[in-house]
């Protein structure tokens, strides 16, 4: 049964207007940026949300942990122009700060009443082996606000809105497979443009990760692990599977 179909949702290409919650300045497009980019280019409205200032990575003690945010902030800028990104809403919370879950789902969904997105993009928080607070934190509660964001009972204060779908990055249980190959070149300059975390002697390796992985999923979307291109891949889910679904993981 596929719920997507049932509703009439439009597939990820398709959609209007994202909302992408990021952790940290550079999530989003180590995860989606070619999807992303695509999408800008079809004329949808592309709106990031970064969790984090980011001032905790990259530190070797001759930088304030303050000047490594402004960096960070710059970068994050630099990325979404070469993505198309029309709007950027920083919640500016510490790496590793003692944030809760509940304190960030309560940031998030009068914002994302007030966006109105199609569909939302995050980490996704249930990838196994996943340790980083930031990451687990910012899924779940992203998670949360798209089901809460219509509950006005619950959460009073904004007009509430319904989020239709979910896309999932960073994912071990995808469902979907974004063909990037013609914007692998764009999503690894977006990626470049966080210096401080990636340009570095350790690039190449880091690349050749990336590539490789890309590579994997592009051999899923084709069903041929002999073909040659780059994906990105996603869990797609509605608002109705993430409360009481089980076969979500398997959807
Ligand atoms: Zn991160």
Redesign the pocket.
């Known amino acids: 049964m596929d719920i997507r179909r049932i509703l009439g949702l439009p597939d990820v290409l398709e959609v209007k207007k994202i909302v992408c919650v990021q952790?940290?300045p550079d999530?989003n497009e180590v995860g989606a940026a070619g999807t992303i980019y695509e999408l800008a280019q079809r004329g949808c409205e592309i709106v990031y949300i970064t969790v984090t200032d980011g001032r905790g990575s990259g530190s070797t003690g001759e930088i304030e942990p303050e000047a490594i945010a402004a960096i960070r902030r710059q970068e994050r800028l630099a990325a979404g122009d070469i993505l198309g990104v029309s709007k950027h809403i920083a919640l500016d919370l510490p790496d590793m700060g003692n944030y809760t879950e509940e304190e960030l789902l309560a940031k998030l969904i009068p914002i994302i009443r007030e966006e109105k997105p199609d569909m939302l993009f995050t980490v996704d928080p249930w990838m196994p082996y996943e340790a980083?607070p930031?990451?687990i934190k910012t899924g779940k509660a992203v998670a949360s606000a798209m089901l809460f964001s219509s509950n006005e009972i619950l959460f009073p204060g904004s007009k509430p809105y319904d989020v239709p779908q979910i896309a999932f990055y960073a994912t071990s249980h995808p469902n979907t497979f974004i063909d990037v190959t013609s914007h692998w070149e764009t999503k690894m300059a977006s990626i470049l443009a966080h210096k401080s975390q990636f340009d570095h002697v350790n690039w190449p390796l880091v690349k050749g990760y990336f590539d490789y992985q890309a590579v994997q999923m592009y051999g899923k979307l084709k069903q041929d692990p002999e073909a040659k291109g780059y994906a990105e891949a996603f869990k797609v889910l509605t608002s109705h599977q993430l409360h009481f679904f089980p076969s979500a993981l398997y959807s």
């Open positions: 952790p940290h999530d980083h930031d990451h």
